[in-house]
Every structure is written in structure tokens, then in C-alpha cells.
């Protein structure tokens, strides 16, 4: 089992629609849906870094910077969201999920250490990223709700459905939870 240095986040809706995210290490970044494509997140932070965060399939988040490097992460439920190859776990300080996640680690549960098979893949080619997407396509077009694990909530929420992650906000339809890909 993996212990991943654990960085808390909490997430602010801002009255123009982004989200203002600050992390327990200094960190803050302002994320914003991209109009058309609800799956990919544009986000800027406070030490000039840029990008986004792809949600692909399987709870797979595909993170682009600006300079065109990838890394992927995964969604781990609980308001989880393991980065880095296992090194580091963010966890939404500011959903249920991740409140909860925190209180189920602080009690032992042993279900919350990370295991190899949680960890996100260093690599994926291109048709690997596309047949991703379609099994999120494939799912979300379904409408069954859950979305066979395809649906990262970034951690946050109680993942009770799969797909809270793009559960609707004060009526607009451009949906945003507290989470958006960790």
C-alpha cells in the first residue's frame, strides 16, 4: 500500500461562473469549463502555471500544460484524487466526500490507503485517450445516471451516482460541482 503526501483544497464559485480553488500547500487556481466541451476544465494558478484537466474515462483526468507536458490522475472516490504516480492525493476539504474521506482515514479504515491498482497510468497513447472518451460519451449518453466509473467527481461528493460531477448549480446548466476533477 501507498501513503501519498495528502494537499487539501477548497473550492469557491465565483459570481462569473469559475472557480476559485486554493490549496492547503499556497497554490490557488481559477478554473473555468470550456463552452462546448464539459469534460475539459481551463485553469491558471498563482505561480504562472497554466492548462487543463480532461476527464476521460474510468476516472481518468488528463492534466495539459501549457508547455504541452501531460500527466494523468485518478479519481479514488471520497473527495480523492491520486496525482503524481501515487505521490500526492488531493482531497476536497470542501465536499462531503472529501469531510468524509478524511474522517474514515482518521478512523483506520484500511479501504482508504491507496493501492496499485488506484494508481493513474503514466502513459497513454492517443488511442487510448480516445477509446477513454468514447466509453464516457458512450456512458453519459446512456442516461442511467451512473456512468460504469467513467464519472471523477474529482473526489468530491459521495460518488453515489458516478456522475455527480457535472451535477447542476444554482439552475445554470453549465454545470460545475465543488470538485471539477481535483
Same mark, same amino acid.
Request: zero cysteines; glycine letters at 18%; proline letters at 3%.
Given at each position: 500500500?501507498?501513503?501519498?503526501?495528502?494537499?487539501?483544497?477548497?473550492?469557491?464559485?465565483?459570481?462569473?461562473?469559475?472557480?476559485?480553488?486554493?490549496?492547503?500547500?499556497? @497554490?490557488?487556481?481559477?478554473?473555468?469549463?470550456?463552452?462546448?466541451?464539459?469534460?475539459?476544465?481551463?485553469?491558471?494558478?498563482?505561480?504562472?502555471?497554466?492548462?487543463?484537466?480532461?476527464?476521460?474515462?474510468?476516472?481518468?483526468?488528463?492534466?495539459?500544460?501549457?508547455?504541452?507536458?501531460?500527466?494523468?490522475?485518478?479519481?479514488?472516490?471520497?473527495?480523492?484524487?491520486?496525482?503524481?504516480?501515487?505521490?500526492?492525493?488531493?482531497?476536497?476539504?470542501?465536499?462531503?466526500?472529501?469531510?468524509?474521506?478524511?474522517?474514515?482515514?482518521?478512523?483506520?479504515?484500511?479501504? @482508504?490507503?491507496?493501492?496499485?491498482?488506484?494508481?493513474?497510468?503514466?502513459?497513454?497513447?492517443?488511442?487510448?485517450?480516445?477509446? @477513454?472518451?468514447?466509453?464516457?460519451?458512450?456512458?453519459?449518453?446512456?442516461?442511467?445516471?451512473?456512468?460504469?466509473?467513467?464519472?471523477?467527481?474529482?473526489?468530491?461528493?459521495?460518488?453515489?451516482?458516478?456522475?455527480?460531477?457535472?451535477?447542476?448549480?444554482?439552475?445554470?446548466?453549465?454545470?460545475?460541482?465543488?470538485?471539477?476533477?481535483?
Amino acid at each position: 500500500m501507498i501513503r501519498p503526501e495528502e494537499i487539501g483544497y477548497a473550492d469557491e464559485l465565483l459570481a462569473d461562473g469559475t472557480v476559485h480553488r486554493t490549496y492547503e500547500d499556497g @497554490l490557488e487556481e481559477w478554473r473555468r469549463r470550456t463552452p462546448g466541451r464539459p469534460r475539459l476544465v481551463g485553469w491558471h494558478d498563482n505561480r504562472g502555471g497554466s492548462g487543463t484537466d480532461e476527464l476521460l474515462g474510468d476516472r481518468i483526468i488528463k492534466r495539459t500544460l501549457a508547455d504541452g507536458a501531460v500527466t494523468y490522475a485518478r479519481d479514488i472516490g471520497y473527495g480523492r484524487t491520486l496525482w503524481a504516480r501515487g505521490e500526492k492525493v488531493l482531497v476536497n476539504r470542501s465536499s462531503f466526500g472529501g469531510r468524509m474521506g478524511v474522517l474514515l482515514a482518521g478512523l483506520g479504515v484500511a479501504t @482508504l490507503a491507496i493501492t496499485a491498482a488506484q494508481l493513474p497510468p503514466l502513459t497513454l497513447s492517443p488511442e487510448q485517450e480516445e477509446e @477513454l472518451r468514447q466509453q464516457a460519451q458512450a456512458s453519459s449518453s446512456s442516461g442511467g445516471g451512473g456512468d460504469g466509473g467513467t464519472g471523477a467527481d474529482g473526489g468530491g461528493g459521495d460518488d453515489t451516482d458516478g456522475d455527480d460531477w457535472d451535477a447542476d448549480w444554482g439552475g445554470d446548466q453549465d454545470a460545475w460541482n465543488d470538485d471539477d476533477f481535483g
